[in-house]
């Protein structure tokens, strides 16, 4: 079993819409958290770090359940710009662990 | 200021062939990551160095697979002997502080490997 698991999508919403995906993680001792994004033949760029609390960046909120062990990524009225792979990433032992990514395509 | 770079972008060998693949990182940047992005998957961990130790290589598939960082700063990673199964994209990231997994890293663009 993977230690991160994201549904590869891929989710195909028209601009303005909401969409919101999330993340499994495996392993209990992981100790914080990321979304990154990735385009396509591009390296990954990150997006934002998920904290306990919960958190926003603009458009873009992040959720944590440490008991449930998934992550949420929430993306508000969305653009063409934010087609793009997004990648669930998990730290543990100054490890990143990498899901292999949930594919966002907004259409005009 | 300058990214990580990461050389070169393409490269073509045919199994049985030793490459090496070079990164530079950010200047001043202590922690370096070598990482293995297989088609439509995330990246995997390979290797982590703080300045010129190697902390970490618990993520090498094989000992075909040697990375090193003599001074600290540019790192290269050499796959002997390649294989049909090395073919992927290899990523280098650098990060400023030595808990780098509690910090960004950031990526190169990757050298894109095809083994024929």
């Known amino acids: 079993r993977k230690e991160v698991e994201q549904d590869p999508g891929p989710f195909n919403v028209p601009e303005g819409a909401t969409v919101a995906f999330n993340c499994t993680y495996s392993n209990s001792a992981s100790q914080s958290f990321f979304w990154y994004r990735q385009d396509c033949r591009k390296e990954p760029k990150l997006l934002m770090s998920v904290y306990s609390s919960g958190n926003e960046d603009g458009r873009f909120t992040a959720q944590l359940n440490r008991a449930s062990q998934y992550i949420s990524l929430l993306i508000r009225d969305s653009k063409l710009s934010d087609s793009a792979t997004y990648l669930c990433v998990v730290n543990r032992e100054d490890k990143l662990s990498f899901g292999a990514g949930t594919t966002v395509t907004v259409r005009a | 200021g300058a990214g990580v770079s990461q050389s070169p972008r393409y490269k073509v060998a045919k199994r049985g062939q030793d490459v090496a693949l070079r990164c530079d990182p950010i200047s001043g940047h202590v922690s370096l990551f070598w990482y293995q992005q297989a088609l439509g998957q995330g990246p995997e961990f390979l290797t982590y160095f703080q300045n010129e130790a190697q902390l970490d290589k618990s993520g090498l598939p094989s000992d075909r697979f040697f990375a090193e960082r003599p001074e600290g700063s540019v790192s290269t990673l050499k796959i002997q002997r390649t294989q049909q199964e090395d073919s992927a994209v290899y990523l280098c990231?650098?990060?400023?502080?030595?808990?780098?997994?509690?910090?960004?890293?950031?990526f190169g663009p990757g050298t894109r490997l095809t083994v024929t």
């Open positions: 990231a650098s990060s400023l502080v030595i808990r780098a997994s509690s910090y960004e890293q950031y």
